[in-house]
């Protein structure tokens, strides 16, 4: 198994010989302003550049899209991938999202799939507190929900991709029902103007870093969004003996 973190939510996991591109937001530096309802709005975002050229990242086998918010994908990336890739999504409202840009081989996870020798599992999250956050965005038109993925393969040690959630029952039962080998889970603590943080800050990576104390916790989703709280150095800082924090276009092989 090899993650290679792009920048952002964005990864190329290559297991089981499978390349397969993880929410792709290829837009460059300071394209976009800052989400309004987050914190530091007067951010533009991406903060930083893309490490490699779109085309290296887009060199894939698969796209998995855990969500459609416009820091996991964006018209950069639907410009650049072929328009007949398999691409998974977690509903059919996704489903029609992306078949929109022109994409013809849409997948829905209902619970499993299997592609190319691996298994994907889909996991359920909470983008911040349900009761709190799920609301807001029924307000402001956009969709809470978000999904992980598990990947399982004979030959392969167990990847949870958490997506877009606080630590919460869902991600336990995630744990627990498949006790994976390496977590990656979206830690920079992107917070809303009401002080609600809607992924996984500090408190999160040490509370998972302790459940699961054999897996290999990776922080992903660092140093890139307007509205994050969490730096790179805050993760590492924590001196936790089983997360890492990899750098944009680090690759890290298992």
């Known amino acids: ?60 086998d698969a796209v998995i899209l855990t969500h459609y918010h416009p820091d996991h994908w964006d018209a950069f990336a639907a410009q650049a991938l072929d328009k007949d890739i398999v691409f998974f999504v977690q509903s059919p409202l996704d489903a029609e999202v992306v078949k929109k840009f022109g994409f013809h081989n849409v997948k829905v996870i209902d619970n499993s799939v299997e592609f190319l020798g691996v298994n994907l599992y889909k996991t359920k999250c909470q983008h911040g507190k349900r009761e ?70 500090v408190d999160d990576v040490k509370t998972i870093s302790a459940y699961e104390p054999k897996a290999v916790i990776v922080a992903s989703h660092m140093g890139t969004v307007s509205h994050l709280t969490v730096t790179r150095e805050d993760i590492k800082n924590l001196h936790l003996a089983n997360v890492v924090v990899p750098d944009d276009n680090e690759i890290l092989q298992f």
């Open 132 to 201: 709190v956050i799920e609301p807001l965005c029924q307000q402001v038109g956009m969709p809470y929900e978000a999904m992980g993925v598990v990947f399982k393969a004979s030959d392969e040690k167990t990847l949870y991709v958490a997506g877009d959630t606080i630590w919460c029952d869902e991600v336990k039962q995630a744990v627990d029902t498949y006790h994976p080998d390496v977590i990656v889970v979206n830690a920079c603590g992107a917070m809303l103007t009401n002080h609600e943080k809607i992924i996984m800050d």
């Open 1 to 60: 198994m090899q993650i290679h973190q792009i920048r952002n939510a964005t990864l190329v996991v290559t297991y089981n010989n499978v390349k397969f591109l993880i929410d792709p937001w290829l837009m460059p530096k300071d394209y976009m302003t800052g989400f309004d309802v987050g914190v530091n709005a007067d951010v533009r975002q991406p903060r930083v550049d893309l490490p490699i050229s779109v085309e290296q990242i887009v060199n894939v």
